[in-house]
């Protein structure tokens, strides 16, 4: 055996990493015909590209695609979400909750930020994605910041006893 063949390079192994990742997105699919949804394959480039610049740009490094399944199964069933702004749908989440698991420093587990990211599409924006881009992150990091604090009180206060 020649040694060149014993090692992955640096390269094939991110081959093999992205092509990982455009299989898992690409399995969304299965989750999602139940309401006549799907990626297609510009579309599933299109959700790797934002995954791999959000986390890039929040300086986060993430293995496997576990957040991007939870919001794909948080979101695909809103009465907002059809086949024409779905995958937009789908992006702007991921961007938005990379940047709140950074901005918070991970204080907030995955799950709650899913959930108050639908709940706020939902019930605030009423499925405005410029409405969730812009002020509503802002709302979402404060309440996050307001709970820590009560949190942090409520600690304090059961010291003094």
């Known amino acids: 055996m020649n ?6 390079t640096a390269e094939k192994l991110l081959s093999a ?14 989750l999602i015909a139940v ?3 799907y990626l297609t394959q510009n579309d599933v480039r299109e959700v790797v ?5 959000a986390l890039a740009e929040n300086c986060r490094f993430e293995i496997g695609t576990e957040s991007v399944r939870k919001i794909t199964e948080s979101i695909f069933s809103s009465q907002f979400v059809d086949r024409s702004n779905f995958c937009d749908t789908l992006c702007t989440f991921i ?12 204080s907030i587990p995955d799950d709650d930020v899913v959930r108050l990211l639908k709940d706020m599409y939902e019930n605030v924006c009423y499925g405005s994605l ?7 992150v802002d709302m979402i990091l404060h309440y996050i910041e307001t709970e820590k604090a009560k949190k942090a009180s409520n600690g304090r206060k059961g010291e003094g006893r």
Do not use: P
């Open 3 to 8: 040694k060149k063949n014993r090692f992955f």
């Open 17 to 30: 990493s992205v092509n990982g990742i455009n299989n898992d997105i690409t399995s969304l699919n299965d």
């Open 35 to 37: 309401k006549g949804l």
């Open 49 to 53: 590209r934002t995954r791999t610049r």
């Open 95 to 106: 961007r938005i909750f990379y940047y709140i698991k950074t901005a918070s420093f991970d």
């Open 130 to 136: 410029s409405e969730m881009k812009g002020r509503e």
